[in-house]
Protein backbone atom coordinates (compact mmCIF):
# COMPACT_ATOMS: atom_id res chain seq x y z
CA UNK A 1 0.00 0.00 0.00
CA UNK A 2 0.95 3.65 -1.05
CA UNK A 3 0.86 6.77 1.44
CA UNK A 4 2.10 9.64 1.64
CA UNK A 5 1.53 12.99 3.13
CA UNK A 6 1.79 16.63 1.95
CA UNK A 7 1.09 20.29 3.40
CA UNK A 8 1.31 23.74 2.47
CA UNK A 9 -0.04 26.77 4.35
CA UNK A 10 -3.60 25.89 3.96
CA UNK A 11 -4.20 22.35 4.40
CA UNK A 12 -2.83 18.77 4.91
CA UNK A 13 -3.20 15.91 2.57
CA UNK A 14 -2.90 12.29 2.96
CA UNK A 15 -2.90 9.63 0.02
CA UNK A 16 -3.41 6.47 0.46
CA UNK A 17 -2.84 3.94 -2.08
CA UNK A 18 -2.45 5.18 -6.26
CA UNK A 19 -5.14 5.11 -9.61
CA UNK A 20 -8.34 4.03 -9.49
CA UNK A 21 -7.84 2.78 -5.65
CA UNK A 22 -6.13 6.20 -4.17
CA UNK A 23 -8.17 7.63 -1.86
CA UNK A 24 -7.24 11.40 -0.49
CA UNK A 25 -7.99 12.94 2.55
CA UNK A 26 -7.70 16.73 2.96
CA UNK A 27 -7.29 18.62 6.29
CA UNK A 28 -8.05 22.13 6.31
CA UNK A 29 -7.09 23.98 9.57
CA UNK A 30 -8.99 26.17 11.72
CA UNK A 31 -7.86 29.78 10.56
CA UNK A 32 -8.47 31.35 13.87
CA UNK A 33 -5.67 29.25 14.54
CA UNK A 34 -3.56 27.86 12.26
CA UNK A 35 -0.78 26.68 14.37
CA UNK A 36 -3.35 24.22 16.97
CA UNK A 37 -2.93 20.95 14.06
CA UNK A 38 -5.45 19.12 16.03
CA UNK A 39 -7.93 21.29 14.80
CA UNK A 40 -9.57 21.46 11.72
CA UNK A 41 -12.28 23.23 10.06
CA UNK A 42 -13.18 20.36 7.43
CA UNK A 43 -12.27 17.21 6.54
CA UNK A 44 -12.43 16.16 2.65
CA UNK A 45 -12.39 12.67 1.39
CA UNK A 46 -12.07 11.54 -1.83
CA UNK A 47 -12.66 8.11 -3.61
CA UNK A 48 -13.51 7.16 -7.20
CA UNK A 49 -14.45 10.54 -8.08
CA UNK A 50 -16.88 11.40 -4.82
CA UNK A 51 -16.34 13.65 -2.44
CA UNK A 52 -17.54 13.65 1.33
CA UNK A 53 -16.76 16.67 3.24
CA UNK A 54 -16.82 17.05 6.87
CA UNK A 55 -17.44 20.53 8.34
CA UNK A 56 -16.69 21.44 12.31
CA UNK A 57 -20.06 22.89 13.47
CA UNK A 58 -20.32 26.35 14.25
CA UNK A 59 -22.71 25.53 17.15
CA UNK A 60 -21.56 25.56 20.70
CA UNK A 61 -20.37 21.74 22.34
CA UNK A 62 -23.38 22.35 24.62
CA UNK A 63 -25.80 22.63 21.65
CA UNK A 64 -24.55 19.85 20.04
CA UNK A 65 -23.92 16.96 22.71
CA UNK A 66 -27.61 18.05 24.26
CA UNK A 67 -28.82 17.21 20.47
CA UNK A 68 -27.14 13.93 20.11
CA UNK A 69 -28.25 12.46 23.38
CA UNK A 70 -31.53 13.88 22.70
CA UNK A 71 -31.66 11.53 19.46
CA UNK A 72 -29.59 8.69 21.49
CA UNK A 73 -32.28 8.60 23.95
CA UNK A 74 -35.33 8.27 21.41
CA UNK A 75 -33.36 5.32 20.13
CA UNK A 76 -32.69 3.58 23.53
CA UNK A 77 -36.53 3.76 24.04
CA UNK A 78 -37.32 2.55 20.64
CA UNK A 79 -35.28 -0.53 20.67
CA UNK A 80 -36.27 -1.02 24.63
CA UNK A 81 -40.36 -1.10 23.78
CA UNK A 82 -39.29 -2.99 20.37
CA UNK A 83 -37.66 -5.90 22.55
CA UNK A 84 -40.31 -5.51 24.85
CA UNK A 85 -42.97 -5.96 22.17
CA UNK A 86 -41.25 -9.00 21.03
CA UNK A 87 -41.10 -11.10 24.33
CA UNK A 88 -44.95 -10.28 24.80
CA UNK A 89 -45.28 -12.25 21.50
CA UNK A 90 -45.40 -15.98 21.58
CA UNK A 91 -45.53 -18.24 18.87
CA UNK A 92 -49.27 -18.98 17.87
CA UNK A 93 -50.51 -19.62 14.71
CA UNK A 94 -54.12 -21.51 13.33
CA UNK A 95 -52.39 -25.08 13.17
CA UNK A 96 -53.58 -27.99 15.57
CA UNK A 97 -51.01 -27.56 17.75
CA UNK A 98 -50.67 -24.34 17.85
CA UNK A 99 -53.88 -23.17 17.14
CA UNK A 100 -57.16 -21.34 18.90
CA UNK A 101 -57.83 -24.24 20.90
CA UNK A 102 -53.54 -23.80 22.30
CA UNK A 103 -54.02 -19.67 22.66
CA UNK A 104 -55.36 -19.85 26.17
CA UNK A 105 -52.46 -22.39 27.39
CA UNK A 106 -49.92 -19.90 25.03
CA UNK A 107 -51.35 -16.99 26.27
CA UNK A 108 -52.18 -17.58 29.96
CA UNK A 109 -53.19 -13.93 30.24
CA UNK A 110 -56.36 -15.08 28.25
CA UNK A 111 -57.72 -16.60 31.77
CA UNK A 112 -58.98 -19.56 30.53
CA UNK A 113 -60.38 -18.01 27.27
CA UNK A 114 -62.49 -15.13 28.76
CA UNK A 115 -60.85 -13.00 26.87
CA UNK A 116 -59.56 -15.19 23.78
CA UNK A 117 -60.42 -14.06 20.20
CA UNK A 118 -61.49 -15.34 17.80
CA UNK A 119 -64.29 -17.09 19.53
CA UNK A 120 -67.63 -19.03 18.21
CA UNK A 121 -70.70 -16.97 18.38
CA UNK A 122 -74.08 -18.85 18.50
CA UNK A 123 -77.09 -16.43 18.75
CA UNK A 124 -79.13 -18.11 20.51
CA UNK A 125 -77.54 -18.09 23.12
CA UNK A 126 -76.34 -14.05 22.79
CA UNK A 127 -77.96 -11.88 25.69
CA UNK A 128 -80.07 -8.46 24.77
CA UNK A 129 -77.87 -5.48 26.28
CA UNK A 130 -80.53 -2.36 26.60
CA UNK A 131 -77.66 -0.42 27.20
CA UNK A 132 -76.27 0.00 23.91
CA UNK A 133 -79.55 1.91 22.81
CA UNK A 134 -79.12 4.93 25.38
CA UNK A 135 -75.22 5.07 24.68
CA UNK A 136 -74.50 3.41 20.85
CA UNK A 137 -71.28 2.84 19.63
CA UNK A 138 -69.90 6.11 18.02
CA UNK A 139 -67.17 5.51 15.08
CA UNK A 140 -66.11 9.40 13.88
CA UNK A 141 -63.43 9.49 11.25
CA UNK A 142 -62.66 12.13 8.68
CA UNK A 143 -62.08 10.97 4.98
CA UNK A 144 -58.38 11.29 5.61
CA UNK A 145 -57.89 7.90 7.94
CA UNK A 146 -56.54 5.47 5.12
CA UNK A 147 -53.72 7.26 4.23
CA UNK A 148 -51.14 4.11 3.18
CA UNK A 149 -51.36 0.34 1.36
CA UNK A 150 -48.93 -2.11 2.73
CA UNK A 151 -47.83 -5.66 2.12
CA UNK A 152 -46.88 -6.90 5.37
CA UNK A 153 -46.30 -10.69 3.91
CA UNK A 154 -49.42 -12.02 5.59
CA UNK A 155 -52.05 -9.64 5.11
CA UNK A 156 -52.54 -6.22 2.97
CA UNK A 157 -52.88 -3.30 5.56
CA UNK A 158 -54.22 0.01 5.22
CA UNK A 159 -52.48 2.50 7.77
CA UNK A 160 -53.39 6.07 8.61
CA UNK A 161 -53.35 8.87 11.54
CA UNK A 162 -56.29 11.26 10.54
CA UNK A 163 -58.64 12.20 12.64
CA UNK A 164 -60.74 9.70 14.32
CA UNK A 165 -62.51 8.95 17.34
CA UNK A 166 -64.01 5.76 18.59
CA UNK A 167 -66.04 5.75 22.21
CA UNK A 168 -69.07 4.48 23.41
CA UNK A 169 -71.56 1.35 23.61
CA UNK A 170 -69.33 -1.37 25.31
CA UNK A 171 -66.23 0.81 24.87
CA UNK A 172 -65.13 2.68 27.75
CA UNK A 173 -62.60 4.82 26.47
CA UNK A 174 -61.52 6.78 23.53
CA UNK A 175 -59.88 5.39 20.75
CA UNK A 176 -58.39 6.20 17.36
CA UNK A 177 -58.13 4.26 14.30
CA UNK A 178 -54.20 2.93 13.56
CA UNK A 179 -54.45 0.20 10.92
CA UNK A 180 -57.05 -2.18 9.21
CA UNK A 181 -56.53 -5.31 7.59
CA UNK A 182 -58.16 -8.57 6.27
CA UNK A 183 -58.17 -12.18 7.14
CA UNK A 184 -59.36 -14.88 3.66
CA UNK A 185 -59.03 -18.23 3.54
CA UNK A 186 -58.77 -20.31 0.37
CA UNK A 187 -62.46 -21.16 -0.69
CA UNK A 188 -65.88 -19.21 0.23
CA UNK A 189 -66.15 -21.66 3.19
CA UNK A 190 -63.45 -20.43 5.14
CA UNK A 191 -61.08 -17.65 5.76
CA UNK A 192 -63.12 -15.42 9.00
CA UNK A 193 -61.76 -16.14 12.30
CA UNK A 194 -64.58 -15.58 14.30
CA UNK A 195 -67.73 -18.28 13.42
CA UNK A 196 -71.34 -17.75 13.78
CA UNK A 197 -73.73 -20.48 14.53
CA UNK A 198 -70.81 -23.04 13.34
CA UNK A 199 -70.74 -20.89 9.43
CA UNK A 200 -67.30 -19.55 9.01
CA UNK A 201 -67.30 -16.65 6.55
CA UNK A 202 -65.08 -16.03 3.45
CA UNK A 203 -63.12 -13.46 4.89
CA UNK A 204 -63.04 -10.81 7.94
CA UNK A 205 -62.02 -7.28 8.57
CA UNK A 206 -60.15 -6.29 11.37
CA UNK A 207 -60.21 -2.25 12.05
CA UNK A 208 -57.20 -2.04 14.72
CA UNK A 209 -57.75 1.11 17.18
CA UNK A 210 -55.16 2.35 20.06
CA UNK A 211 -56.59 3.48 24.07
CA UNK A 212 -56.13 7.47 23.60
CA UNK A 213 -57.32 8.03 26.82
CA UNK A 214 -54.24 5.96 28.58
CA UNK A 215 -51.72 5.62 26.46
CA UNK A 216 -49.93 8.56 24.41
CA UNK A 217 -48.54 6.65 21.26
CA UNK A 218 -49.80 3.47 19.36
CA UNK A 219 -46.67 1.80 20.62
CA UNK A 220 -47.09 2.55 24.19
CA UNK A 221 -50.52 1.18 23.80
CA UNK A 222 -48.75 -2.24 22.04
CA UNK A 223 -46.49 -3.19 24.77
CA UNK A 224 -48.88 -2.90 27.52
CA UNK A 225 -49.41 -5.65 29.66
CA UNK A 226 -52.87 -4.28 30.74
CA UNK A 227 -56.02 -5.27 28.57
CA UNK A 228 -57.77 -2.81 27.05
CA UNK A 229 -54.56 -0.94 24.55
CA UNK A 230 -55.20 -2.24 21.52
CA UNK A 231 -59.19 -2.38 20.60
CA UNK A 232 -59.93 -4.26 17.20
CA UNK A 233 -63.37 -4.39 15.41
CA UNK A 234 -64.02 -7.56 13.53
CA UNK A 235 -66.36 -7.55 10.82
CA UNK A 236 -67.04 -10.61 8.84
CA UNK A 237 -67.03 -10.34 5.50
CA UNK A 238 -70.43 -12.37 2.88
CA UNK A 239 -70.49 -12.60 -1.10
CA UNK A 240 -73.50 -11.05 -2.40
CA UNK A 241 -74.15 -10.19 -5.95
CA UNK A 242 -73.48 -6.24 -5.04
CA UNK A 243 -70.04 -5.18 -4.52
CA UNK A 244 -68.90 -2.94 -1.57
CA UNK A 245 -67.16 0.04 -3.62
CA UNK A 246 -64.13 0.58 -1.12
CA UNK A 247 -63.84 -3.35 -0.41
CA UNK A 248 -63.39 -3.17 -4.21
CA UNK A 249 -60.69 -0.10 -4.28
CA UNK A 250 -58.89 -2.10 -2.42
CA UNK A 251 -58.55 -5.35 -4.66
CA UNK A 252 -57.70 -3.11 -7.22
CA UNK A 253 -54.65 -1.68 -5.69
CA UNK A 254 -53.52 -5.47 -4.88
CA UNK A 255 -51.36 -5.47 -7.62
CA UNK A 256 -49.11 -2.44 -6.50
CA UNK A 257 -48.30 -4.10 -3.84
CA UNK A 258 -47.15 -7.85 -5.25
CA UNK A 259 -44.23 -8.22 -3.02
CA UNK A 260 -43.73 -7.94 0.93
CA UNK A 261 -42.63 -4.58 2.39
CA UNK A 262 -44.03 -3.00 -1.25
CA UNK A 263 -45.87 0.16 0.35
CA UNK A 264 -48.11 2.62 -1.62
CA UNK A 265 -49.44 6.05 -0.81
CA UNK A 266 -53.14 6.47 -1.13
CA UNK A 267 -54.59 9.75 -2.43
CA UNK A 268 -57.82 11.90 -0.13
CA UNK A 269 -60.52 10.07 0.59
CA UNK A 270 -59.66 6.90 -1.78
CA UNK A 271 -60.86 4.37 0.89
CA UNK A 272 -63.63 5.37 3.97
CA UNK A 273 -63.44 3.76 7.01
CA UNK A 274 -66.81 4.50 7.25
CA UNK A 275 -68.23 2.80 4.00
CA UNK A 276 -66.55 -0.64 5.17
CA UNK A 277 -68.31 -0.13 8.67
CA UNK A 278 -71.75 -2.61 8.38
Not at 46 to 52: A, H, K, Q, V
Not at 149 to 161: A, D, L, R
Request: glycine letters at 6%; charged letters at 25%.
Amino acid sequence: MNMKTMSNEDKSSIVIGSGDDQIAINLKPLKSNPTDSNKFSSILIEMNGIEIEIRRSKKPTSERSASVTYRQDNHNKKTKAEEKLKLLQPYWDYSALYGPNKWSRIFPQLQYKKFQSPIRIYTDLCEYEPVLIRHPLIFDTDENCCQTFENTGHSFQVSGQGYSYITGGPVLNEYQFLQFHMHWGANDNEGSEHVIDGVRLPAELHIVTWNTSQYRTPQEAMVSEQFGGLLVFAILIKIISSDNPDIGKLFDYLSKISYKGDKINLDYNVISLRNLMP
